[in-house]
């Protein structure tokens, strides 16, 4: 019961919907009951007891009691289901909660389409064992209860014969839970595996298609696909079992109750209608006991679905305020690194290695390196979505981590490499981090990024919803909208990270232009591989390996003549001038 009692913060606050199922509940059961007692008065009574005239009496009875009987049964189904819905509701809420505050290193492993099938499938096993299965483990409970408290009150010696039979019935029961439990997880896994599959290739449809690598997907898919099916036979063979041998125990039952309880009749210690009210409920307990197996189903499937949950809610935050954060605060952009080094979780080497600068505010500072020297891990840390393993990262002479991440991340304006657009229409997109923005400020923000031509002239400008991912916008065009984006929250810190890699050479141009200005009085990170990115910086620094391996500006490292800087301004000067002539490739 772990998981459900480390569950139950979101489904107990509902638990008078719960308690009135369960009340109606007792009410359908009792009504339930009387069906049995009704026949055998019927056959005593009124055919071998010559008590005709009470006939249009019972029939009466027995339309009021299926009438309240359904009126019960409909309180006790849909109390159940809004007791099942509310509480999943919360616990969605919960989850995309808890994604949301998440720090990178969880998403460095995570799939999408695990946690989609976590979200989707794992919340509704949840959903359909609290408004379902739990109402039916009762229903048993009390079918038992009800049914042998009649059973008791008609005949003890027959009653107690079918209770000697319950403790074979319950030990099929509890080894049927032993192996049918994992072989659900499993189930549950591989279907996790399967969605993440599908997620992975429609996303990356564009690389399959362009290295003709579907039939390599088919043979992946088809691969996870047979272990799914494999794990599913598994668990149907399982529970095939397990039916006729709860079947064949409960045959047992009504066999003894047969021979016993017919030779009461003949030997006149029992009426003919007992045995059969006896024998209806025979089944009122069987049947149910033989179903505790789909209950189990229901049960180990919401148990497993909850234990996946729970993995994402026991997630550590570890990257969260401080007790007493800085809120609300215009930082004015001094960044400093002091003798930082950074290794990611789980890699064996450091990312940075003893990385020490001092960026003014209003400097523009250059990054430059090869791939995997550490560029981006530079601007990770300065946005504190990693924690450093050693040294400090200073912003207005504080360390990042005094600063409410909020407040933090809200001075910083990203604009990556590959820019991520929402399906949502481009004014939404240039407002996302500053929703309050009023259209002048997102027309400013998009003037300045050299956005503002090309939004003008869609069919329905700044409205123009955008595709999944930006679709319907040139790559230059998404640069130039995330820029805006970018602006549009003011920050004193700019981070361009290989911002302009993606597009032609005139937009790059264009692109630089408008950033000069708006680089005005912010503090900007340049990480570039090309020297016209980062030639106008404050100051360049170098890195090799996670170490800074040169600094100045371009002046200066262009002076250094076996330098790694002049090594790369030698091939792009030497490009340039082929290029001028006509000589490129
Ligand atoms: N999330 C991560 N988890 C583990 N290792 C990482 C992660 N991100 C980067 N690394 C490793 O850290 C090192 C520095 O990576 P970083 O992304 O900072 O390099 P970069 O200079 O920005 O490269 P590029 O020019 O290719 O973007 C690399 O060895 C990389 O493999």
């Not at 339930?32 to 005593?44: E, N, W």
């Not at 009124?46 to 359904?70: C, P, S």
């Not at 996870?224 to 079992?241: E, F, G, S, V």
Request: aromatic share 10%.
């Amino acid at each position: 019961m772990g998981t459900f009692r480390r569950l139950k913060q979101f489904y107990w606050p509902y638990k008078k919907y719960f308690v009135m199922s369960v009340v109606s509940l007792v009410f359908v059961t009792a009504l339930t009951v009387i069906y049995p007692l009704i026949l055998g008065f019927t056959v005593d009574e009124l055919i071998l007891g010559d008590r005709q005239h009470l006939l249009a009496v019972t029939v009466a009875f027995l339309v009021i009691v299926m009438l309240l009987k359904g009126l019960f049964q409909y309180l006790q189904q849909y109390l159940g289901e809004l007791f099942g819905i509310h509480s999943v509701y919360e616990i969605r809420n919960e989850l995309y909660r808890k994604l949301q505050v998440l720090p990178f290193r969880f998403y460095d492993n995570a799939r999408t389409g695990d946690l989609m099938s976590r979200l989707a499938q794992d919340v509704e096993a949840f959903r359909f064992f609290l408004s379902m299965g739990a109402a039916q483990v009762l229903n048993f409970v009390l079918l038992t209860a009800f049914g042998f408290g009649v059973m008791l009150y008609l005949n003890v010696s027959l009653a107690l014969i079918t209770l000697a039979v319950m403790p074979f019935l319950a030990v099929v029961v509890y080894r049927f839970d032993k192996r049918v439990h994992p072989a659900f997880l499993e189930i549950r896994r591989s279907l996790a595996r399967l969605t993440t599959k599908v997620q992975e290739n429609v996303s990356g449809m564009n690389t399959v298609k362009a290295l003709s690598k579907e039939d390599f997907e088919i043979d992946r898919f088809v691969g996870l696909n047979a272990d799914y099916r494999d794990n599913h036979i598994k668990t149907a063979d399982i529970w095939a079992r397990f039916f006729p041998a709860m079947e064949f125990i409960g045959n047992v039952c009504v066999i003894v109750l047969l021979a016993y309880g017919g030779w009461l009749v003949v030997d006149g210690q029992m009426q003919p209608g007992e045995l059969l009210a006896f024998f209806s409920l025979i089944w009122y307990i069987v049947m149910p006991l033989m179903h505790i197996g789909f209950v189990l189903n229901t049960y180990s499937q919401s148990k497993a679905a909850g234990e996946r949950l729970l993995e994402i809610m026991d997630e550590p935050e570890d990257i969260r305020n401080i007790a007493e954060p800085i809120r609300e605060v215009r930082l004015a952009g001094h960044v400093q690194f002091e003798n930082v080094t950074h290794r990611y979780p789980g890699e064996d080497q450091n990312a940075l290695q003893q990385v020490s600068f001092d960026a003014k505010p209003g400097s523009t500072i250059g990054i430059m390196g090869a791939t995997g020297a550490g560029k981006t891990s530079i601007t990770q840390l300065i946005a504190r979505f990693y924690e450093p393993k050693q040294g400090r990262v200073l912003i207005d002479g504080k360390p990042v981590s005094d600063y409410d991440l909020k407040t933090l991340r809200s001075n910083i304006g990203f604009v990556l490499q590959e820019p991520f657009l929402f399906s949502a229409s481009i004014k939404a997109n240039i407002s996302y981090g500053r929703p309050d923005a009023t259209m002048e400020e997102i027309i400013d923000a998009a003037k300045r990024a050299d956005a503002h031509e090309f939004i003008q002239e869609l069919p329905d400008g700044y409205d123009t919803v955008l595709g999944e991912r930006g679709g319907g916008l040139s790559g230059g065009q998404k640069q130039r909208v995330s820029i805006a984006r970018a602006l549009c929250v003011n920050p004193s810190i700019l981070i361009l990270d290989d911002a302009t890699s993606a597009v032609d050479m005139e937009t790059e141009v264009k692109i630089q232009a408008a950033m000069r200005e708006v680089m005005e009085g912010r503090t900007t990170f340049i990480i570039a591989h090309r020297i016209s990115s980062v030639k106008h910086a404050d100051e360049i620094i170098v890195l090799d390996q996670g170490k800074v391996v040169e600094r100045g500006t371009h002046e200066e490292l262009v002076r250094m003549e076996h330098g790694a800087y002049r090594r790369i301004y030698d091939i792009q000067f030497q490009d340039h001038e082929l290029v001028m002539q006509g000589k490129a490739v």
